[in-house]
């Protein structure tokens, strides 16, 4: 079945740092990847996506491409905020389960001034 | 326009009652999912409908169940309620046409509290 495995921090960098959270996936043939960010007492927003090998899903300054080849969907930002401060999940749909997202554990950021 | 709407935000039952949910989708959105989100477990699938049919379902006991109104609106109930249900649960949903090209509008969730 399909899988996602994140680092699962916590994460602790001071603002304006550079952010890298690795995401690699198990799927059959072709899903597609997002990232959801979630904050406290709320549920989850989609925060950007990417649906072919290659695709470049950018938002808000965060930005992941699809890599195919080594099964990886990291997600970047060259300098965090404070208000990045959350919970963020990788995921994807597809292979086979198209009506369903398969999510990591989460990976805790959290940005001090 | 009005995001997924999930009533009520919070809830506290008894171990053996039954609870019911409610998730409103988004004005045109036919695919509605629901997740239990738990510190133990993470999100986890529990269902998901289309024109009211279930077309997929997660690995959950026969206690929790779903249904699709013909306005999309869904319910989830769960039944016989025990301590570990007590969760987040999340609504999803989605044009449902192709889902991995749009992915998935979440609602805020019904926090459950089972004592």
């Known amino acids: 079945g399909n899988s996602v495995t994140q680092m699962e921090g916590p994460v602790t960098l001071s603002e304006e740092a550079f952010l890298t959270i690795n995401c690699t996936y198990t799927a059959t043939g072709y899903p597609s990847l997002f990232w959801y960010v979630q904050y406290p007492g709320e549920g989850l927003q989609l925060l950007l996506k990417?649906?072919?090998?290659?695709d470049k899903g950018s938002n808000k300054g965060f930005e992941a491409t699809y890599r195919k080849e080594t099964t990886s969907f990291h997600l970047e930002k060259g300098s965090v905020q404070v208000s990045d401060s959350a919970v963020y999940f990788c995921a994807l749909i597809g292979g086979g389960s198209n009506y369903k997202l398969t999510f990591g554990k989460g990976t805790l950021l959290t940005v001090n001034p | 326009k009005a995001g997924v709407t999930q009533t009520p935000r919070y809830l506290i039952k008894t171990r053996g009652q039954q609870v019911t949910l409610s998730c409103s989708p988004i004005s045109g959105h036919r695919s509605v999912s629901w997740y239990q989100q738990t510190p133990g477990q993470g999100l986890q699938f529990l269902f998901e409908?289309?024109?009211?049919?279930?077309?997929n379902k997660g690995n959950f006991p026969g206690r929790f169940s779903g249904r699709q109104f013909s306005n999309s609106r869904s319910e989830m109930n769960v039944s016989t309620l025990e301590l570990g249900d007590s969760a987040l649960y999340l609504c999803a949903s989605s044009l449902g046409l192709e889902a991995g090209d749009y992915g998935y509008t979440f609602g805020s969730g019904t926090r459950l509290t089972v004592v």
């Open positions: 409908y289309f024109s009211e049919t279930q077309r």
């Open positions: 990417a649906t072919k090998a290659d």
